[in-house]
């Protein structure tokens, strides 16, 4: 009995020893971002027994799970504390609008637990978890009048450099998973250059060589260098102040007469594996899901097909995730996409590419975001209607890379040059750089016809063009070059014949 004794009493000496001490305000900022917030104490010599003082200063963690997502982002905050005069205006601020916290609160409780379960396996503070309440209202579809998107507002330039694709059929910046591992990639990064989640945040806001920059110059003058110690834009001096309010709620909700709306401690969606091109509408079908839900999940497509070799997964509900793979398997009611993609052979006017594939213009505009007064350059990749016959889907290197470009559709005025002694059709054609076609088109004569000296000659310039030459011109409105390409010499119309009314 007395061996068991001293046995069971170095079993709970060694437990004892093996204690994590306790995480402190202060902690993240000497910890590496990268490694786990809570070490574990292994004794390095023969086991002692702990005194009542030695033991005060360490605890045994707990096992018990957080009740909400709510407790376990309370759990992680490790980010030192800002305590100041902007914190507290930041607070009044958010407290006094009780409608505006509860629609961002319940906005985010799609994307939480995945943000959390990130930083967790990072080992990063969960304070950042609430950034994106800062920066988009937790709105994945946010766009900021600098052209920033999603809700941890990329920029496209730091979204590239990130491997956030933005092609014709979708943006990763606006996507929940691809955007969250690019933010917190971002954040690790910024961390690793100034050690210091103050000075990281700033950066994420200004730009980490703004913060740089601002550093050095305090440096230089003998001042301090602490987030509240730069000279920096009015957005970034609130920048931190706002999360700390933000943290501050979370932290205490009741002190601020706030209620949080329960978040469970569970995943809200489920990845699932795309094979095929399918419409959006059918994939919220077979789910069993709303289209606005499916798009609150799936906020990088902006187009009415998903391309598989483009993006392979898709996110839906937890409990609507088996219902898909289910109904997906008994699917045999017809095809699964009605939209393919169609590269643009040659620059040409949206009422011509309109013609090619079979749509009306205004379908074909609206489809693929085509402005006013565009033509649509060489190489643009355009949705098109899918014939029920075709079976191929997008190929991967298009539905990676496809983009979309634009040129203006040049204007021009009916204008009247007078030939010159020898002038002939082919020379005025080079002479104005037009089409040896067009001109005798123009003009009602062959392509191998001469003109008679001072003969006049009619012409389709463009606007400046005819301005500038010594032509007489005519008083007829300005029109499309690629309404007039065959147009005879008189009134001017559009491609076909018919009389073009659009004013520019």
Not at 28 to 57: C, E, F, M, N, V
Not at 349 to 368: F, I, W
């Amino acid at each position: 009995m007395r061996l068991l004794h001293i046995l069971g009493l170095a079993s709970l000496l060694w437990l004892t020893g093996c204690a994590t001490t306790a995480p402190t305000d202060n902690a993240a900022s000497t910890t590496d971002p990268t490694t786990a917030s809570h070490t574990p104490l292994y004794p390095s010599g023969p086991l002692q027994p702990i005194t009542a003082s030695a033991a005060s200063g360490h605890t045994v963690a707990g096992v018990s799970a957080p009740a909400d997502l709510w407790d376990r982002i309370r759990r992680g905050f490790s980010m030192p504390d800002l305590d100041t005069d902007l914190v507290r205006d930041r607070e009044q601020w958010y407290a006094a609008r009780p409608d505006y916290m509860q629609r961002m609160t319940e906005r985010s409780s799609k994307y939480l637990f995945h943000i959390v379960e990130e930083l967790e396996r990072r080992g990063m503070p969960t304070e950042l978890a609430l950034l994106p309440y800062i920066e988009s209202a937790f709105n994945p579809q946010a766009v900021s009048s600098a052209k920033a998107a999603g809700m941890w507002q990329f920029m496209p330039a730091t979204g590239t450099y990130f491997d956030l694709k933005q092609n014709a059929f979708r943006d990763d910046r606006r996507d929940v998973l691809a955007s969250t591992r690019a933010a917190l990639d971002y954040l690790q990064k910024l961390y690793g250059m100034f050690g210091d989640w103050h000075l990281a945040l700033a950066a994420y806001n200004w730009g980490e060589g703004s913060v740089a920059r601002a550093i050095a110059r305090n440096e230089k003058q003998g001042l301090g260098t602490r987030y509240t110690e730069l000279t920096m834009p009015a957005e970034t001096r609130m920048y931190v102040p706002k999360l700390q309010a933000v943290k501050n709620i979370v932290a205490n909700p009741d002190k601020f007469s706030t209620e949080l709306p329960l978040i469970e401690n569970h995943p809200y969606f489920q990845s699932v594996e795309i094979t095929r091109d399918m419409d959006v509408t059918l994939v919220a079908s077979l789910a069993g899901v709303r289209l606005e839900d499916f798009r609150a999940l799936n906020p990088s497509l902006h187009k009415p097909v998903i391309l598989a070799a483009g993006m392979p997964q898709i996110l839906l509900p937890w409990e609507n995730a088996q219902v898909f793979r289910k109904n997906l398997e008994a699917y045999t009611e017809g095809q699964y996409a009605s939209w393919t993609v169609w590269t643009v052979p040659n620059t040409m006017s949206v009422s011509t590419a309109a013609q090619r594939t079979g749509m009306s213009e205004n379908d074909l505009r609206q489809v693929n975001g085509i402005p006013p007064r565009m033509m649509i350059k060489a190489g643009s990749a355009l949705m098109v209607p899918r014939a029920a016959t075709m079976r191929a889907d997008v190929p991967g290197h298009l539905a990676d890379n496809g983009q979309v470009s634009f040129t203006p559709e040049i204007v021009t005025r009916r204008t009247t040059v007078r030939a010159g002694k020898r002038d002939t059709v082919a020379s005025i054609a080079r002479r104005y750089k037009v089409s040896t076609a067009d001109v005798a088109d123009w003009n009602d004569v062959k392509t191998s016809s001469k003109f008679k000296p001072g003969e006049q000659v009619v012409m389709y310039l463009p606007v400046r063009l005819a301005a500038t030459s010594l032509a007489r011109t005519s008083a007829k409105q300005p029109i499309s070059r690629a309404t007039v390409r065959s147009a005879k010499a008189g009134a001017p119309t559009r491609k076909g014949g018919t009389p073009s009314k659009r004013k520019r």
